[in-house]
């Protein structure tokens, strides 16, 4: 485990399972100017703040944290929806270019799937309508459309994909809708699907299948995705790496395991704490929700921070710190690493146990 306290470090060369990132934010801040944000206020939304995140080939990284986090935005960052306000996001380790065309060939490798099917499907078009719009933007008319909008459909798990062609939104399950959606980034065979939220809409009963799905796309196609969602227990079934985000950074990152089963962030044990199937108490986070707008001074988590509040954090001596050091902004590969002066003592054996 990495945990420095300074803000800087080295950008790892590799990332993921010892290949160079296929995609890649590095430093990535969106600050959205106030007056805009969603419930007002003054001052400059640091929606996110500083951060590097890798996603190799072939791996699928969860990006966890509760509503308000940047989740969306740093997703729409990666698409090259939204520009950065500082930092870069490089692709096969190239920046992004931002013209036009640049833009229309990277979205053909790199796709979204939205998260709710009903609000990105248009009630009035056929499901080969649907699948067949992206195609004919990024490619034009093509003499083998129809073939390329089956193959999706089967692809997405629509089988015989004749049956679901002529059929409308409304005629769809909610599942089966979702699938649609996926088809429509699958026809135009990406390299990376990046998925914000993409069962949140869907009963408990179909998100499962919608999971199963995305892991099998990446064993059959070797698809890489990246997953926003503020479930971690999606996380667990899906990621082989996870990256907790609190306020605009990421406060934690590693795989699954490591994070989820061994999570060393007081962030990351409150998130853990309060699943159904947790076996500790439940830590209920005090003090003000998180506002983008107002960004604590040294560690961001400091005012709700458990560790901070029991007393721990001042055992271990690193207390003024919390309060006053800003912890190292993480780098984006698979190494497991912690934004947390405590979680640092505790790793150099300065926190008693007990
Ligand atoms: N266009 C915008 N203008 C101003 N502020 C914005 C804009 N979009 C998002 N924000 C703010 O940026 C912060 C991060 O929002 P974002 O939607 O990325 O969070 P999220 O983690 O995806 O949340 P959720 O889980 O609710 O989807 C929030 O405080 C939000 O209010
Ligand atoms: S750095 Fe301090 S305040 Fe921040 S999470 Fe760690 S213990 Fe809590
Ligand atoms: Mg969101």
Not at 153 to 177: D, I, N, T, V
Request: with cysteine.
């Amino acid at each position: 485990m990495s945990t420095t306290e300074t803000d800087s470090h080295e950008t790892p060369p590799v990332s993921g399972r010892g290949t160079a990132p296929l995609l890649s934010a590095r430093r990535v801040e969106v600050a959205f100017t106030a007056g805009f944000a969603p419930g007002g206020g003054r001052g400059t939304a640091r929606a996110v703040d500083g951060v590097d995140l890798d996603v190799a080939a072939g791996e699928i990284v969860a990006l966890v944290g509760e509503s308000g986090c940047g989740k969306t935005t740093l997703a729409r960052v990666l698409l090259g929806l939204e520009r950065p306000t500082g930092g870069e996001v490089a692709f096969e380790g190239s920046p992004l270019r931002y013209g036009s065309r640049d833009m229309r060939r990277y979205r053909r490798r790199v796709q979204l799937v939205q998260q709710d099917p009903t609000g990105s499907l248009n009630p009035r078009r056929t499901v080969y309508e649907s699948v067949v719009e992206g195609l004919r933007v990024h490619k034009g008319t093509l003499a083998d459309e129809a073939e390329r909008v089956a193959d999706a459909l089967a692809k997405a798990g629509l089988r015989p994909p004749e049956r679901f062609l002529p059929r409308y939104p409304h005629e769809l399950s909610g599942g089966q809708r979702q699938r649609v959606v996926i088809a429509g980034a699958l026809v135009l065979e990406p390299e990376v699907l990046v998925a914000d939220e993409p069962v949140a809409s869907l009963d408990a009963s179909v998100r499962g299948e919608i999971l199963r799905l995305l892991l099998d796309l990446r064993a059959d196609l070797g698809l890489s995705a990246l997953v926003a969602t503020h479930d971690l227990g999606l996380a667990w079934n899906i990621a082989d790496r996870v990256a907790v985000m609190y306020l605009g950074r990421v406060v934690e990152s590693g795989t699954v395991e490591e994070v989820l089963s061994a999570p060393a962030h007081p962030y990351t044990r409150a998130l853990l704490s309060v699943l159904p199937e947790a076996k500790e108490e439940p830590v209920v986070l005090s003090g003000e929700p998180p506002d983008p707008k107002r960004v604590p001074t040294g560690c961001r988590f400091h005012p709700r921070c458990p560790v901070l509040a029991s007393g721990e954090a001042e055992r271990a001596g690193v207390a003024d710190r919390c309060r006053t050091v800003d912890p190292a902004i993480l780098g984006g590969g698979a190494e497991r690493q912690v934004a947390c002066h405590w979680a640092a003592a505790d790793e150099e054996g300065r926190v008693g146990r007990g």
